[in-house]
C-alpha cells in the first residue's frame, strides 16, 4: 500500500529555518507537492518536486530525492502566520491509481513563537 | 475569478439520514475530487472526476458513499444512511487536467464540516 510519513509537531521562534521532512512509500511516484493549512482553512498549495533537487519560490524551498524516497520543505525567515499545518502528498499514478490522485501524509503542526 | 466554493459549510444531522453535499469547481477546471478530513488527519481521498472519463471511486469508504458530476462542472456528494462515523470536514478540489509529467495544484474550497448525532 502507499504511506507517507512526516513529524506529528514541530516549534520553532520567529525569525528561524525549520525543515519538515517527509518519506514515503507508493507503488507509483509522479511527484511530491506539499500544501499548507491554518486552522480551519482549506488547504492551500506550496510547491511542487516532481524531479530530485531543490525547488525555491520566496521563503519557502523543497527538496526531492526520489533514490531516497524522500522530500523536505524548509520555511525560513519564519513568521508568525507561519504557523499552520503542512502536509506533503504524493502522486502515485502507479497500479490502480489514477494520475490526478494525491496521498497525503498525517500533516505536521508548524507552531511559531515570538 | 471565484474559487472553489462548497455547500453548506455547516451539516448536522441524525444518525441514518442522508446528506448531500455540493461543489462547485473553479470554471475551466476541468479536474474534480472530494476528500474527507478528520480531526487532526490528513486528508483522506474519495473520488476524482476528470473531464468525460470514468470517475476514479476507489477511495469511497463504503457503498453508501456516492458522487456525481452534472455537466462537467457542479459536483454533489451524497452519503445514505449516515453513520457517526462520517463525522468529518468533506473538502472538494478542483484544478486543470494533470498529465503524466505535468502537475497542476489543486484548489480547495472551504470544506462542508458534517456532524453526525
Known amino acids: 500500500g502507499q504511506s507517507l510519513e512526516q513529524p506529528s509537531e514541530v516549534t520553532a521562534v520567529e525569525g528561524a529555518i525549520v525543515q519538515i521532512n517527509c518519506t514515503y512509500q507508493?507503488?507509483?511516484?509522479?511527484?511530491l507537492s506539499w500544501y499548507q493549512q491554518h486552522d480551519g482553512g482549506a488547504p492551500t498549495f506550496l510547491s511542487y518536486n516532481a524531479l530530485d533537487g531543490l525547488e525555491e519560490t520566496g521563503r519557502f524551498s523543497s527538496f526531492l530525492s526520489r533514490s531516497d524516497s524522500y522530500g523536505y520543505l524548509l520555511l525560513q525567515e519564519l513568521q508568525m502566520k507561519d504557523s499552520a499545518s503542512y502536509f506533503c502528498a504524493v502522486r502515485d499514478g502507479g497500479r490502480g491509481s489514477t494520475l490526478g490522485r494525491l496521498y497525503f501524509g498525517r500533516g505536521t503542526q508548524l507552531t511559531v513563537w515570538p | 475569478g471565484a474559487g472553489v466554493s462548497q455547500s453548506p459549510s455547516n451539516k448536522v444531522t441524525e444518525k441514518g439520514k442522508d446528506v448531500e453535499l455540493r461543489c462547485d469547481p473553479i470554471?475551466?477546471?476541468?479536474?474534480l475530487y472530494w476528500y474527507r478530513q478528520s480531526l487532526g488527519q490528513g486528508l483522506e481521498f474519495l473520488i476524482y472526476f476528470q473531464g468525460n472519463s470514468a470517475p476514479d471511486k476507489s477511495g469511497l469508504p463504503s457503498d453508501r458513499f456516492s458522487a456525481e458530476r452534472t455537466g462537467g462542472s457542479v459536483s454533489t456528494l451524497t452519503i445514505q444512511r449516515t453513520q457517526q462515523e462520517d463525522s468529518a470536514v468533506y473538502l472538494c478540489a478542483s484544478s486543470l487536467r494533470s498529465e503524466r509529467y505535468d502537475y497542476n495544484e489543486q484548489f480547495f474550497g472551504p470544506g462542508t464540516r458534517l456532524t453526525v448525532l
Open positions: 470554471s475551466g477546471h476541468t479536474a
Open positions: 507508493t507503488s507509483g511516484f509522479y511527484g
